[in-house]
């Protein structure tokens, strides 16, 4: 063995396991008791680091002192049953202290506890160890090494470095007390060169820094999940659907197989999507159920189901409109219906009316009003689509009643001038006789016609008033007298136009005469006068 003076060796791992506690308070003060657990626990781990044993204990009976060895190397592997629970081995190797070695392996349970973060661990083991020393510069002596028993109890703490998904973790700090016993034979008083003999009980505190990697996983794999889903989830026969699989937690190193079945429809598909036609599914509810599996163990395989529509078609609408809407008797008016599939299904068109007739087997027809009394017609229009379903709407057409003929008017006749007769200004005179003649003529055709005569006076005349009366009566007169005209017909006025004339006007029965400027004559006062004039030639005004 070989002096290596090492001596700020150990204040450095007393210093890194201050720190590991430090860092293990703030962590836990941080954190509090509720804090999350890390990732899943590992299977195994394995433990690689550097390693001081303080050495305290002597070779007796001769008294001779061990010294610490700052020069270590430690490793370990633990396997664990349970997130808690597991067995470890440990290798601790001093080959270089300054008067003696020591070489250790042991074996033991570990016990863990995983935090966010960190874990902590306390271990216990049993092995032997390979004790060598102490010796001596002064003299050369020293024992060989030699094999015996190893008690090691201790623990630390670990941080879960952030790279790697965890696979490896920061031991902050190992502490462990290690107790050797050792037998070197019959002591050799005084010592001299070479063995020395004895037997020692070694105990000291050996500190551990390294780094550790995770393998496997404790908690087994979720299993897998499978949902799925159908788009669109109601549709009409012969619409197609799309289900969509959404497999969860397959492990992306074996290769996963997909089935699809339906009780509606025909379902095809073997990946995690798939089409149903549903052109042979009667309208109802149907289910469609996938399954996925990427083995035979249990959480390997998972089935999702979907529940889907299938709608009897809905029946066509229509609406109607009729162009023109009123019309004149015998004429025609345009008829349009407008039909809609919600499916767009082919439409058949007919139509019927209350009266006239309709033509057409389109979208649009034409109603015919020949015959049709005046009123209103109704149209009713119908469309059917190729699965049977119908639907009718109604528009109305009034027919206008013919127009009423026109109000009869009355008409002037011809008119008679009483200025040739100086002498007796109001006498009928063979000249008037030919008016009266055409008047009584008209009278007669027109059996339900009144007259209105209107005798007119000269402003220059004496008793014009009187003279206009006579006019008018005496005209009536020979009406009624030589052409049998009743009297009952002949309403007489006096007018106010500037002339000795008399006017007469045809009255038609519903006609009515405008009464301006006309006042009627008291033939109780006024006497008519015969036509005593011989017949002359006469010529009609």
């Excluded at 000249?431 to 000269?458: F, M, P, Y």
Aim: charged share 15%; aromatic share 8%; glycine share 10%.
């Amino acid at each position: 063995m070989v002096y290596r003076p090492f001596r700020n060796t150990r204040r450095f791992v007393l210093a890194v396991c201050a720190v590991g506690l430090g860092a293990a308070s703030l962590s836990a003060q941080t954190a509090g008791p509720a804090a999350p657990v890390g990732p899943n626990p590992s299977r195994i781990d394995v433990f690689m680091g550097y390693s001081y044993f303080g050495a305290h204990g002597s070779v007796k009976p001769q008294g001779i002192n061990y010294s610490s060895i700052d020069v270590g190397a430690i490793g370990s592997g633990a396997y664990y049953f349970n997130k808690w629970v597991g067995g470890e081995i440990m290798f601790a190797a001093h080959p270089d202290g300054n008067n003696d070695g020591l070489y250790a392996a042991s074996a033991g349970p570990i016990f863990r506890a995983p935090m966010q973060n960190f874990t902590l661990f306390a271990h216990a083991h049993a092995g032997g160890a390979r004790l060598g020393g102490p010796n001596s510069d002064v003299g050369g002596y020293h024992n060989p090494y030699q094999w015996g028993p190893t008690l090691t109890v201790g623990g630390g703490m670990d941080y879960d470095l952030p790279f790697f998904n965890n696979k490896f973790s920061l031991r902050l700090f190992q502490a462990d007390y290690r107790y050797v016993h050792t037998s070197y034979g019959p002591p050799v008083f005084p010592p001299t060169c070479c063995a020395i003999g004895g037997r020692t009980n070694l105990g000291g505190a050996e500190l551990s820094t390294g780094i550790v990697a995770h393998f496997g996983h404790i908690i087994p794999p979720p299993p897998v999940t499978y949902s799925c889903a159908v788009s669109p989830a109601t549709v009409y026969p012969g619409d197609p659907i799309t289900v969509t699989g959404t497999p969860l937690n397959l492990n992306p190193k074996k290769t996963a197989t997909y089935s699809w079945t339906a009780d509606g429809g025909t379902i095809s598909g073997t990946s995690t999507t798939a089409n149903i036609d549903t052109k042979s599914a009667s309208p109802g509810t149907y289910t469609v159920k996938g399954h996925v599996t990427e083995g035979a163990k249990p959480g390997e395989m998972a089935d999702c189901s979907a529940s889907y529509t299938v709608k009897q078609f809905d029946p066509p609408t229509v609406s109607c409109s009729a162009n023109p809407s009123t019309v004149a008797p015998g004429d025609s008016s345009t008829i349009t219906a407008t039909g809609m599939s919600p499916q767009n299904r082919p439409l058949t068109y007919s139509y019927s009316s209350t009266a006239g007739s309709v033509t057409g087997n389109t979208s649009t027809a034409t109603l015919t009003t020949t015959g049709a009394a005046p009123g209103t017609i109704t149209v009713t229009a119908n469309v059917v689509d190729d699965k049977g379903q119908s639907a009718s709407c109604t528009t109305t057409v009034t027919v206008n009643a013919p127009p009423p003929p026109p109000a009869p008017t009355t008409s002037q006749l011809c008119s008679i001038n009483f200025d040739r007769d100086k002498k007796r200004p109001a006498r009928v005179d063979n000249e008037a006789k030919a008016c009266l003649d055409d008047i009584a003529l008209n009278l007669q055709r027109t059996s339900d016609a009144k007259l209105a005569v209107v005798g007119d006076k000269d402003s220059a005349e004496k008793k014009g008033d009187q003279l206009a009366a006579e006019r008018a009566v005496n005209a009536k007169a020979y009406l009624v007298t030589e052409k049998g005209i009743d009297a009952s017909r002949i309403s007489v006025y006096t007018g106010t136009d500037n002339g000795k004339t008399v006017t007469t006007t045809l009255i038609p029965a519903g006609a009515t005469l405008s009464n301006t400027g006309l006042t009627p004559v008291d033939e109780s006062a006024v006497t008519a006068k015969p036509r005593t004039a011989p017949a002359t030639h006469h010529k009609k005004k």
